[in-house]
C-alpha cells in the first residue's frame, strides 16, 4: 500500500512556473507519474519516471516544458511545470505504478486526491 498527496498547486499567469510535489507513504518505491483532468475532459498523461529516476517520458503537450524528478530519501516526486499556458488548468494527480513507468493511467494502482492549477491568460 501506498498514500500518495500532492501539494504545490495554485493560480498563476500564464508563462509563469509551479513546482507541484507528491508525497508518497508506505511502500514508496513505485514507478510514479503525474496526470491531469481539466473541466468536462478525461484522466490526460503528463509525465511519469521509474523508480530509480532515470527514465522519464512525456505527453507532447508538455515535453520541453515540463520536468518530472524524484527524491527517493525523500519519498517525494516533483512536477516542474515552465511557461505555462491556459490549456494547461487543470487538476494535477499523483500516481504509482509497482509494474513499469507508463503513460497508461491503467498501469498505476494508487492515486493522490489531486491539487488544483490555473492559469490566467
Known amino acids: 500500500q501506498v498514500q500518495l498527496v500532492e501539494s504545490g498547486g495554485g493560480l498563476v499567469q500564464a508563462g509563469g512556473s509551479l513546482r507541484l510535489s507528491c508525497a508518497a507513504s508506505g511502500r514508496t518505491l513505485y514507478n510514479m507519474a503525474w496526470f491531469r483532468q481539466a473541466p468536462g475532459k478525461g484522466r490526460e498523461f503528463v509525465a511519469a519516471i521509474n523508480w530509480r529516476g532515470g527514465n522519464t517520458i512525456y505527453a507532447d503537450s508538455v515535453k520541453g516544458r515540463f520536468t518530472i524528478s524524484r527524491e527517493n530519501a525523500k519519498n517525494t516526486v516533483y512536477l516542474q511545470l515552465n511557461s505555462l499556458k491556459p490549456e494547461d488548468t487543470a487538476v494535477y494527480y499523483c500516481?504509482?505504478?509497482?509494474?513499469?513507468?507508463?503513460?497508461?493511467?491503467?498501469?498505476?494502482?494508487?492515486w493522490g486526491q489531486g491539487t488544483q492549477v490555473t492559469v490566467s491568460s
Open positions: 500516481a504509482a505504478a509497482p509494474r513499469a513507468a507508463s503513460s497508461d493511467s491503467l498501469e498505476y494502482d494508487y
